[in-house]
């Protein structure tokens, strides 16, 4: 079963707006990833969160991670047409020294103009 | 420099045919990965290679499916007999290394679209 899933599936939002979504996982991670992947092109790391670090931030990208509640969310301020894209999340699920990512099914974010 | 680069970007292929996708990852990346992403739907890890090591080939489908690594370069994808669930995109990626907890970011390539009729 898909170690990370997504949440919303699909967001739809105006430009300036704010996005946020969110990552679920079930296994102890080491660290966790977003991807974002535009329509037809190929998939571009965002940012990487640590398992024992509980923010980080990237321009206008705010990722939190709880390891309690094994959840992520990545906010996108100030939203912008060319934000629309898929996100992803990614963990390497499994013990230490492992390396095996799995993705979720991702949220489908759309910026209205 | 260059990126991750795959062929060919489309491949339509008949039901029962051999197919055979190429990946080259970016210089001097010793991991490198092989994806599956069905239309609309996230990626699913197929195989991953890590210098000389042995791959992880957990990920894959069936026994149809195979991958090679020549050294820390290109890397190959074959999936014999394919059938129309095989349709999808290949996505294939690579990094500087696995590493200790995967902590290096992934560079994915533009992935081959594989259509089976």
């Known amino acids: 079963s898909q170690q990370g899933e997504e949440d919303p599936q699909a967001l739809s939002i105006q430009e300036g707006e704010n996005a946020t979504m969110n990552c679920s996982y079930k296994?102890?991670?080491?660290?966790l990833q977003w991807y974002r992947q535009n329509s037809g092109r190929g998939l571009v790391h965002l940012i990487l969160?640590?398992?024992?670090?509980r923010e980080k931030h990237s321009g206008r990208l705010r990722v939190t991670l709880d390891t309690s509640k094994k959840s992520s969310s990545l906010l996108i301020t100030a939203s912008r047409a060319a934000d629309t894209a898929s996100y992803f999340c990614?963990?390497?699920?499994?013990?230490?020294?492992?390396?095996?990512?799995?993705f979720g099914t991702g949220t489908r974010l759309k910026v209205l103009a | 420099g260059a990126g991750v680069s795959q062929s060919p970007s489309n491949k339509v292929t008949e039901k029962g045919k051999d197919v055979e996708l190429r990946c080259d990852p970016i210089?001097?990346?010793?991991?490198l990965y092989w994806y599956r992403q069905r239309l609309g739907q996230g990626l699913e890890f197929l195989i991953y290679?890590?210098?000389?090591?042995?791959?992880?080939k957990s990920g894959l489908p069936s026994d149809r499916f195979s991958a090679e690594r020549t050294g820390e370069s290109v890397s190959t994808l074959t999936i014999q007999r394919t059938q129309q669930e095989d349709s999808a995109v290949y996505l294939c990626?690579?990094?500087?290394?696995?590493?200790?907890?995967?902590?290096?970011?992934?560079?994915f390539g533009p992935g081959t679209r594989l259509t089976v009729t």
């Open positions: 990626a690579s990094s500087l290394s696995a590493g200790s907890g995967g902590r290096y970011e992934q560079y």
């Open positions: 296994t102890s991670i080491n660290n």
């Open positions: 969160i640590r398992s024992n670090e």
């Open positions: 990614a963990t390497d699920g499994a013990p230490s020294g492992t390396y095996k990512y799995i």
């Open positions: 210089s001097g990346h010793t991991a």
């Open positions: 290679f890590q210098g000389n090591s042995a791959p992880d």
